[in-house]
């Protein structure tokens, strides 16, 4: 995945790393390991506590909440925020759908990124308010209610 004559041109192509610096690029590839992961592993299980972040470099994965599909993911797509943000359980389970290759920062090094580089702490943060936004809709409608003015103002 790495490009010889730009190492750092797979994490600059993504939408998530649009705001750092060459500086905070290098400090996300230092932090971060490639792995490639075959079709058909989980790489994580809802309920299991949270340990890393992962970006999509390369294939798909499919999400699944209380067994039932509720994404698919590609490349420059990222998942894992959530439950390290809020020191939470995984709220949902993925899969490798196709051969991937990922990044993937662990507990420290996510906390060093979030410390060190403002645009990508934006960017998450931005990403995080939607995804809740998106879960609380999809509560209420499992639960039959309405949105509510208020939320319809946020």
Do not use: K, W
């Not at 993504?14 to 992961?37: M, R, T, W």
């Not at 039932?68 to 797509?77: I, K, N, P, T, Y």
């Amino acid at each position: 995945m790495r490009h010889a004559d730009d190492p750092l041109a797979h994490l600059r192509s993504l939408p998530l790393f649009s705001g750092c610096s060459e500086q905070e690029l290098s400090e996300i590839d230092a932090l971060s390991d490639e792995v490639h992961v075959p079709s058909g592993r989980t790489l994580i299980r809802q309920g299991d506590i949270g340990r890393e972040f992962i970006i999509i470099l390369s294939g798909e994965v499919l999400v699944t909440r209380d067994g039932e599909e509720v994404a698919r993911l590609g490349a420059g797509s990222y998942f894992g925020e959530l439950a390290l943000l809020a020191s939470t359980v995984r709220n949902a389970s993925v899969t490798a759908a196709t051969d991937l290759e990922v990044s993937v920062i662990d507990r420290r090094g996510f906390q060093t990124l979030l410390e060190d580089s403002p645009g990508l702490t934006r960017t998450l943060l931005m990403s995080t308010a939607r995804r809740l936004g998106e879960l609380d809709a999809e509560n209420r409608r499992l639960r039959g209610e309405r949105p509510s003015e208020d939320n319809l103002a946020d």
